[in-house]
């Protein structure tokens, strides 16, 4: 292509950087909460961290799920976004839709009874929760 193969290998990686980048931002806007969930993913977003920090530090739970957590604090807490912020809607839900993912994953793989031990916040908090992650909230009634 350019008759350097170092440029041709530096020209092929930014185009799959580009092209992987291009899937996350496809996948991000499909698995993102639909209506009104995305408002309240964004309002939980306290107690969900403080969910998340309590379940990665949780050793009765499995590696992969807590290692899972662990690379979601680490998203979190890294300055630059995967999806900038100028970028309509997805711009600043990217977090609360990649930690919806991350949460959906975790409750199924650990049980919703492992998460609820967990949460730090109210019951309607909890509820909004089980929507997001798309599972049933148990029955509390007696």
């Known amino acids: 292509m350019t008759g350097s193969w ?21 996948t991000l806007a499909v698995v993102r909460p639909r209506g009104g969930l995305l408002r309240e993913a964004l309002r939980l977003l306290p107690d969900v961290l403080r969910l998340v920090r309590r379940l990665a530090a ?3 739970l499995p590696r992969g799920v807590r290692v899972r957590l662990g690379l979601l604090l680490a998203y979190l807490a890294f300055p630059l976004d995967l999806v900038p912020d100028f970028i309509p809607v997805l ?32 019951e309607d908090g909890f509820a909004a929760l089980c929507r997001l992650t798309g599972l049933a909230a148990p029955d509390t009634t007696p």
Not at 9 to 26: H, K, N, Q, R, Y
Not at 98 to 116: D, F, K, N
């Open 6 to 26: 170092v440029w041709d290998l530096l020209i092929g990686i930014v185009i799959a950087l580009l092209v992987t980048w291009a899937a996350l931002i496809a």
């Open 58 to 60: 949780d050793p009765a």
């Open 91 to 122: 711009g600043y839900a990217d977090d609360a839709i990649i930690v919806t993912a991350v949460l959906r994953s975790v409750v199924r793989r650990s049980g919703l009874e492992a998460v609820r031990r967990h949460w730090p916040g109210t």
